[in-house]
């Protein structure tokens, strides 16, 4: 079992920064990968960035060059780090990992985008 947190959401006006923190119960090198997704109201989640036990990343084609996904396996933490953030990246943002058989959710954290 897996436990995630995530921290860092809130309110930020266009063009600004948030950074996320996503804290687990679970050394994060046992976990094959780790990954940030998102969901706006009324839209499906969809897949933000990932980032696999070994350090390397991939990211949404709506994010790349903004976004930025890290790995702190001393603080068995994930982050992702925000940069000129748009009104259509509001969303509730949630944490995942992914370990052998297993699939698991953070409880989201909310990113609001102001014009």
């Known amino acids: 079992q897996v436990q995630l947190v995530e921290s860092g959401g809130g309110l930020v006006q266009a063009g600004g920064s948030l950074r996320l923190s996503c804290a687990t119960s679970?050394?994060?090198?046992?976990?094959?990968?780790m990954a940030w997704y998102r969901q706006a109201p009324g839209k499906q989640r969809e897949l933000v960035a990932t980032?696999?036990?070994?350090?390397?990343?991939d990211y949404a084609d709506s994010v790349k060059g903004r976004f930025t996904i890290s790995g702190d396996n001393a603080k068995n933490s994930v982050y992702l780090q925000m940069n000129s953030l748009k009104v259509e990246d509001t969303a509730v943002y949630y944490c995942?990992?992914?370990?052998?058989?297993?699939?698991?959710w953070g409880q989201g954290t909310q990113v609001t985008v102001s014009s």
């Open positions: 995942a990992a992914a370990a052998i058989g297993s699939f698991y």
């Open positions: 679970r050394r994060t090198f046992t976990i094959n990968y």
């Open positions: 980032i696999t036990s070994s350090g390397s990343t």
